[in-house]
């Protein structure tokens, strides 16, 4: 029969095999033919296992080796043999695996196996192995190989270890007896399942007699009860651990635990004084700190937190007081001003109560406490007090200067009683309407008062100690200036009256209505009527409508522009005041022509009406009409470009219809006879006249300056001529130069003439000379009410 065997260690240890259990691939037990240990391991695939099945003769045990061995020589760990190996040297011995050659060394004839190095089992627990039995000379294996195992036994060479320390814990201040505070664990890396090298007991070596530990657990429980954070709020303790059950020989490590007794509500507050006493100003603003009172509370945190209020107290609503968060102080503050004249000191009663009551030390309390606090007032120099703050006094606006209107009082708060004089905030009465007496008060008038341009006025007057001028009391006086009639009703707006020349016979053209700077207290009432030069007209009549407006009426129609173009009407507005007051207002009436649904079309004159023109001139225009009356036909239609109107006038705005006819602008468009000019003449003549003596004589200028300063001459009076249109426009001049004989043809400079010539006679001249006998010819002037 063949087989492993091994010897030595192994037949010592065969017991130790039977007590514990090994997780091993296979199963131990006594050999009944050897008296040894046999396992059957899982072998490599055997090539001769194909052809036939042999029995193994593997007969060997499970090797062991103490960890840390610190002897000189190779430690022995076991020998194996094969019943093959008839000792003749045949036989070779092979080991393979873990450590091998480097750990492990096998002596090739005898089997002995040794360990080389210095084993820890907390580093490898357990090394795995092959053994193989091989011929010598072939290195043919004569067994199979076989994996056993070699195991480091276990020393108890590591002492138990804190991973966690040091520990902080806390715990309530006066909890019972057995409180649990923390649990601390302590690991031994010894083997646990081999002797007691790994079990530990934990003991407490400092932190007694306030705390214990469990043996066992390492549960941190109080050892004394109701400990007090107060007298001490932090304990260092320290705990062991042991392993080899506590006892002698055994390895040991310690840790730190530090414990903090967590605060409770346990201690109510204590004022340091049962009275407190203050001093304060009379001159102390509201809202001000009276004084600052501390409750003593052991406590921290919210356990320390606290309200106050005033119980009791001779001035009741003079003072409040509050928590500052911050500090835990009792804040007293001024709510009503304070007079040593009137009230010199106040006694108050204040308690102070925790915000948070704990119910489990209610038997500790009461949790509050009360205190005496005597407020004191001190005297102080103070400005004068007016009587009242704000005097309201009223004053006619016809007052004459120096009208007394009404008076001031202060006086001294002091017990001294200094005498007062009072002056006027000139920031306030910049213009100097009013003055006041320094000695007695009264405000009088300094200048003639205008409702209209103000009609109350807001005046500070300042009283003054006469001992002592820096104390400087303010107070109010508001005027307000009573309206008398002294303003006459005006028209409310400029009106822009337009009459067609088809209008009918007591047709209203226009509702006017008036405004009054003045307010009565019954309200404007307004009379209107046409003034005595126009009461009599046959155009025009005025209706009162009795709700202060007036409508204006024509008398008559068959208005034509080209007869007058223009009416003024002088309309009497009279208010209701006492004395009544008037006005004359002028109602300019422009008469357009119109369409068929009234709409104007073109308003004011047809055509300009020149005079005076020079007989160069005169003789120069008949030229040119005796040459073609049709160019002048075209030249007429054609003049429409000489009204050339500019929309980025600066005039008076929208409302500005007295510079240029507004009608024409809106409708450029429209033309009912193209035979009629559309050119129109200013409402106003002008009455501007160029001195002749500024004229230059042209002729006497070189040819290439004359054109030049004709131009100038004409852009200078065009600028000073106060008739002229507010509006940039077009002039044209039909100018010759020095050599015509018939002069300038200008409008401007036919304007500009005094000649007295009469030109009647052209009307004797034919129908052909009826034109300029039309323009140049004497006409009555007409009235403009006619």
């Keep these: ?33 050897s008296g040894d240990l046999e396992k059957s391991p899982r072998s490599d695939p055997d090539p001769w296992e194909g052809l036939h099945r042999n029995k193994r003769s593997w007969v060997w045990n499970q090797f062991f080796v103490l960890e840390e061995y610190t002897g000189n020589e190779p430690l022995y760990v076991g020998k194996l043999h094969s019943d093959v190996d008839k000792g003749d040297g045949k ?36 090394y795995t192995l092959q053994a193989q039995a091989v011929d010598r000379l072939t290195n043919i294996p004569v067994e199979p190989r076989s994996e056993f195992v070699v195991k480091v036994q276990d020393i108890n060479d590591n002492e138990p270890k804190f991973l ?79 392993d080899m059950v506590g006892q002698m020989g055994g390895l040991s490590g310690t840790t730190s635990v530090t414990v903090t007794l967590t605060d409770v509500n346990d201690n109510p ?27 003593a509370d052991a406590d921290i945190g919210s356990n320390a937190e606290m309200d106050f209020r005033i119980m009791d107290g001779d001035g009741p609503g003079m003072f409040n007081i509050t928590t500052d968060e911050e500090t835990q102080d009792g804040i007293i503050i001024l709510l009503k001003p304070l007079d040593f004249e009137t009230k010199s000191s106040f006694s108050l009663r204040i308690e102070a109560t925790n915000r948070n009551i704990d119910s489990n030390f209610l038997s500790l309390g009461p949790f509050s406490d009360t205190t005496s606090v005597k407020v004191t007032v001190e005297d102080v120099n103070e400005p004068p007090v007016f009587s009242s703050p704000l005097s309201k006094m009223v004053v006619s606006e016809d007052a004459r200067v120096g009208t007394s209107i009404g008076r001031v009082s202060a006086h001294d708060p002091d017990n001294s009683n200094n005498g007062i004089r009072y002056s006027i905030d000139r920031n306030t009465d910049l213009e100097r309407f009013f003055n006041v007496d320094a000695m007695s008060g009264v405000i009088s008038t300094a200048k003639s008062l205008d409702r209209e341009a103000n009609s109350v006025h807001n005046l500070t007057i300042f009283a003054m100690e006469s001992q002592d001028p ?83 009426l024509t008398k008559r129609g068959g208005f034509r522009r080209r007869e007058q173009p223009v009416y003024r009407l002088p309309v009497l507005i009279v208010d209701s005041g006492s004395p009544a007051l008037s006005s004359t207002n002028t109602l300019s009436v422009r008469v357009c022509d119109c369409d068929s649904d009234g709409v104007a079309l073109s308003c004011g004159a047809v055509a300009y009406t020149a005079t005076g023109l020079s007989t160069g001139a005169l003789l120069a225009i008949l030229g040119c009409i005796m040459t073609d009356g049709s160019a002048y036909r075209d030249d007429e239609e054609r003049d429409i470009r000489e009204n050339i109107v500019r929309y980025d006038d600066e005039g008076g705005g929208e409302e500005d ?110 129908p052909r000379f009826k034109k300029l006998a039309d323009l140049y010819g004497n006409s009555d002037g007409t009235s403009v009410f006619s």
């Design 1 to 33: 029969m063949t087989g492993w065997r091994c010897s030595g260690i192994c037949r010592a240890l065969a017991l130790l095999a039977l007590l514990f259990p090994l997780r091993e691939r296979g199963c131990w037990g006594l050999n009944p033919s």
């Design 91 to 126: 036989v070779k011995y092979v080991l393979s695996g873990e450590g091998a050659t480097s750990i492990f060394t096998i002596d090739e004839n005898t089997g002995d196996i040794h360990a080389t190095k210095r084993l820890d089992r907390e580093a490898q627990a357990y």
């Design 164 to 242: 966690d320390g040091p520990y902080l814990a806390g715990v309530p201040e006066m909890s019972p007896l057995g409180t649990m505070v923390v649990q601390v664990a302590a690991t031994d890396a010894d083997d646990p399942t081999y002797g007691n090298s790994a079990r530990v007991v934990y003991s407490i070596i400092h932190g007694q007699p306030y705390f214990s530990v469990e043996p066992k657990t390492g549960v941190i429980r109080t050892a004394l009860p109701n400990m007090d954070r107060e007298t001490r709020d932090q304990y260092v303790l320290v705990i062991q651990a042991k």
């Design 269 to 295: 507050p204590r004022f340091t004084h049962k009275n407190y006493q203050y001093t304060v100003p009379e001159s102390l603003p509201l809202q001000s700190v009276v004084a600052r009172i501390k409750a």
């Design 470 to 552: 820096t104390q400087i009391g303010k107070g109010i006086s508001l005027i307000t200036v009573s309206d008398i009639n002294d303003n006459a009703p005006v028209f409310a707006i400029d009106y822009e009256t337009l009459l067609c020349e088809n209008a009918l016979p007591g047709q209203v053209i226009q509702t006017i209505s008036a405004v009054d700077k003045d307010e009565p207290l019954s309200g404007h009432r307004f009379y209107f009527a046409l003034a005595a030069p126009a009461a009599g007209n046959l155009n025009f009549t005025l209706r009162d409508n009795k709700d202060n407006t007036a409508s204006v």
């Design 657 to 766: 219809t007295e510079a240029f006819d507004m009608v024409t602008l809106r409708n450029l468009n429209v033309i009912r006879d193209p035979n009629v000019r559309r050119d129109v003449t200013p409402d106003t003549p002008t009455f501007f006249h160029y001195p002749s003596t500024s004229r230059p004589s042209y002729k006497s200028l070189p040819d290439n300056v004359v054109f030049r300063e004709f131009i100038w001459e004409r852009l200078k009076d065009a600028d000073v001529d106060p008739s002229a249109p507010p509006y940039d426009s077009l002039q044209t001049y039909a100018f010759e130069g020095s050599g015509s004989v018939a002069e300038s043809l200008s409008s401007l400079e036919s304007l500009s003439t005094d000649s007295d010539q009469n030109y009647d006679y052209l009307s004797n001249w034919g």
